[in-house]
């Protein structure tokens, strides 16, 4: 540990921070989505659905691939700054392929649901029983964004260890 400069330390402080950060800011995003949006295009679909539709309705996917991916580079970066910080580093890797599973499972699941809810909603595709895939896909919502808070506010001991490194002049 000792041959860890204060520019070093700074450094990892700064990415994490910057990573801390754009987290809430993205659980604060999906935290507004879950509780006012999602709300409004799963009430009666397939009517609702136009909620959803990119001609005038509210498709926030530029904002999402925008957000999430300015957010995994600054998380790699965190990784990268902390890599001589082996239980802040461990504990990054960790959460980073906790991280990384939940957005398999947004690419492979929810990405896909939500196009084809647009698809309906724009009459470019029909789709059956809608009323409970729309609720299935509101209530495994809930999980997810859960797991993402859940996974951001491990990042907070990881960054208290981090400054706890730094020496006090």
């Given at each position: ?10 450094r ?22 879950t ?48 890599w ?7 504990g ?14 947004t ?10 809810f647009q ?13 409970r895939?729309a609720?299935?896909?509101?209530m ?14 491990g ?7 981090l ?7």
């Open positions: 540990m000792d041959q860890l400069t204060a520019n070093y330390l700074g990892a402080e700064s990415w994490l921070l910057i990573t801390i950060l754009l987290y809430f800011l993205m659980n604060g995003a999906q935290i507004f989505e509780a006012v949006v999602v709300p409004k295009w799963t009430a009666h679909p397939p009517a609702s659905l136009q909620f959803l539709a990119d001609r005038h309705g509210a498709s926030l996917k530029n904002f999402w691939i925008l957000l999430h991916s300015v957010h995994e580079i600054t998380f790699i970066l965190a990784i990268v700054f902390c001589k910080l082996g239980a802040v580093r461990n990054l890797l960790l959460l980073f392929a906790l991280h990384f599973a939940v957005r398999v499972w690419l492979a699941y929810f990405a896909p649901n939500i196009i084809e698809g309906v909603a724009e009459g470019t595709i029909g789709a059956s029983d809608l009323i895939r609720n299935t896909w509101k495994l919502n809930y999980l997810r964004v859960a797991f993402f808070v859940a996974i951001s506010l990042l907070i001991p990881l960054y208290l260890k400054v706890a490194l730094k020496p006090v002049f």
